[in-house]
């Protein structure tokens, strides 16, 4: 079955407002990545974690391999922010395992 | 830094034909994937490789086949198209166990099967 639950699927935010995803697992994971697909189709990678947390700007990111989880902050939300984002995991050294994504929307 | 690149970008194919993606990365790294993205869903490994002449299928591998030549290049081969398939092949790349583990994508390969 699946090991990663990613949440919500679809969010919307205005302007200056923020919120956060979040990914739970199933399993013990080893490592999380965060990445968002940008209007080219690319995956950007976000953040890397083994543990505690990362900020970069106005993301910060957190993993808690005990109760199995991750979530993705988002502050002061503008346009650009607007994509799809991917939470992935990997219990192993070479495979990771992808959530399904969430559909994020900046609304003006 | 790096760059992953995939070739062709958009790839018109017809029921049955057999179909070959590109990859090429400059980072040097070790390991090399390739996923399947259909909409609305997530990335779902087909293959990898955890070094040249490695090969190593991912949950999806049924109906392809991988090729690992050099370091540097990894290539996917659908190996009988089927009518009405249209989903991005992303190819990546990362050095696990190296300290920074970061997972590299190229632009995607779109496939549309006529």
């Known amino acids: 079955g699946d090991q990663v639950e990613q949440s919500p699927s679809a969010l919307s935010l205005h302007e200056g407002t923020g919120s956060a995803l979040r990914c739970n697992f199933t399993?013990?994971?080893?490592?999380v990545q965060w990445f968002r697909k940008n209007s080219r189709g690319s995956l950007i990678n976000l953040f890397y974690?083994?543990?505690g947390t990362k900020e970069n700007g106005r993301l910060k990111s957190a993993f808690d391999s005990k109760e199995r989880y991750s979530t993705l902050h988002i502050r002061d939300a503008q346009l650009e922010d607007s994509g799809t984002y991917f939470c992935?995991?990997?219990?192993?050294?070479?495979?990771?395992?992808f959530g399904s994504g969430t559909q994020l929307t900046v609304m003006p | 830094g790096g760059i992953i690149t995939q070739t062709p970008k958009f790839l018109i194919g017809q029921e049955g034909q057999k179909l070959t993606l590109k990859c090429q990365q400059n980072?040097?790294?070790?390991?090399m994937y390739w996923y399947r993205q259909d909409s609305g869903k997530g990335l779902r490994l087909i293959y990898y490789?955890?070094?040249?002449?490695?090969?190593q299928k991912g949950d999806l591998s049924e109906g392809y086949d991988a090729s690992r030549e050099k370091k540097s290049s990894f290539s996917l081969t659908v190996t009988s198209a089927q009518k009405n398939e249209m989903a991005v092949f992303l190819c990546?790349?990362?050095?696990?166990?190296?300290?920074?583990?970061?997972?590299?994508f190229g632009h995607g390969t779109k496939l549309s099967v006529l």
């Open positions: 990546a790349s990362s050095m696990p166990g190296q300290g920074d583990e970061r997972l590299f």
């Open positions: 399993t013990t994971m080893r490592a």
């Open positions: 974690l083994a543990s």
């Open positions: 992935a995991a990997s219990s192993g050294s070479w495979q990771l395992i």
């Open positions: 980072f040097n790294h070790d390991t």
């Open positions: 490789s955890i070094t040249e002449n490695d090969l």
